[in-house]
């Protein structure tokens, strides 16, 4: 899954669906093509190192994390580090791609000013609901239960981005999901250890979260990339999910647990796993001409906007007239509305025997008589 040499090519993306690259990511992140990604998650350094030695009340002594990969000299370091981070992430993702983010109080706060900083367009702030969180031992403030994900797309003008709405809506039993996950910390069979049997990463994802983060926001066969790819889960979460992934990890220990992670995974045992957004019936296109032509409406038939503070008349091509100009039902609307865009259909309103109704109701009548 490794490469030291690190080429990339438009076919490598594409043959090599699972691959692990061991060194530093920003390093890495300049190596891969320019909007090469559909999604990114990345799980960056916390910055979170315990000044002092912390222990429960019957004296045994807390892990914290001690890594090296998460010191920094100071909070300038670190918003240096991760303004070099983001932009290389923000140089790779797509057009149309999004990018998550996690953290906890540390260091989120940071991070959410940068990427605002950088152009990213933040969607959402979902909040990570521990349902295990591990006890303030000292007693002197809350616990801390939440870590805070941020979902952003490249830019404010990003008009597309995959969210697969009917997806989340079957993992939350019919309803539609929030911005709240309550999901337990990793415990048990699914925390990978070391041969002595302590925890291999000291900040180990579960698998229901990147699952939630790559079903919402990706598509099947989509290449996700993770810059700090620790333990691998989101990428043995994207393989089980049929879809693509690289991973980024310094730590070369790591790198090997995700390789075997990955090895051991078998997609056919997770069919059950791969929801899907369900295709959206293609309407029939109609204009308003071909309504005037069939009869829909008369030429000179008046339409007005639901205050009745504006109106215009129907013309024989389906265009509209009023004292703003001539044009189509959107475009008037639009000029009406001093915006760049309308949608004249549910602009629009006609009188129907003393009820006023959208005009999109006639296009309605005509798409089930011509559709059956």
Not at 32 to 55: C, G, T
Request: hydrophobic fraction near 30%; charge should be positive; proline fraction near 3%.
């Amino acid at each position: 899954m490794s490469d030291e040499k690190l080429i990339f090519s438009s076919n490598d993306l594409i043959e090599k669906k699972y691959r692990i690259y061991n060194g530093d990511c920003i390093d890495i992140l300049k190596k891969i093509p320019k909007k090469s990604i559909d999604l990114i998650f990345a799980d960056p350094p916390y910055n979170l190192q315990l000044k002092n030695e912390l222990y429960r009340p019957n004296q045994t002594k807390v892990n914290g994390v001690s890594d090296e990969w998460d010191k920094f000299s100071s909070n300038e370091e670190y918003d240096k580090f991760t303004i070099e981070w983001l932009s290389a992430c923000h140089e790779v993702m797509k057009d149309d791609a999004t990018i998550w983010v996690i953290g906890s109080y540390h260091n989120i706060f940071r991070v959410g000013k940068i990427m605002m900083d950088l152009g990213f367009w933040i969607l959402n702030d979902v909040q990570w609901y521990k349902t295990n969180p591990m006890p303030n031992f000292r007693g002197v403030r809350f616990t801390n239960a939440t870590e805070t994900l941020i979902w952003a797309k490249k830019s404010e003008k990003q008009k597309r981005y995959t969210f697969n709405h009917n997806v989340m809506k079957q993992l939350n039993g019919g309803k539609q999901m929030t911005s709240v996950w309550s999901i337990p910390l990793c415990t048990g069979s699914e925390r990978i250890k070391d041969k002595n049997g302590k925890k291999a990463h000291s900040t180990q994802k579960p698998e229901e979260l990147l699952k939630r983060v790559i079903l919402s926001s990706s598509k099947e066969g989509d290449l996700i990339l993770d810059p700090f790819c620790g333990s691998g889960t989101t990428c043995a979460v994207a393989k089980k999910l049929n879809r693509r992934a690289i991973g980024i990890e310094k730590e070369v220990k790591y790198v090997e647990i995700s390789k075997q992670r990955l090895t051991k995974i078998n997609t056919e045992d997770y069919k059950h796993l791969q929801l899907k957004e369900p295709e959206k019936k293609s309407l029939q296109r109609v204009s308003m001409g071909e309504l005037v032509k069939k009869g829909y409406f008369k030429v000179g038939d008046r339409i007005f906007t639901k205050n009745k503070k504006y109106s215009a008349i129907i013309l024989d091509n389906g265009n509209i007239k009023n004292d703003v100009g001539v044009g189509s039902i959107h475009k008037i609307g639009a000029m009406i509305k001093e915006s760049e865009s309308c949608n004249g259909w549910m602009f629009w309103c006609y009188n129907d025997g003393g009820n006023v109704k959208l005009i999109d109701e006639k296009r309605k009548k005509y798409r089930i008589k011509n559709t059956g």
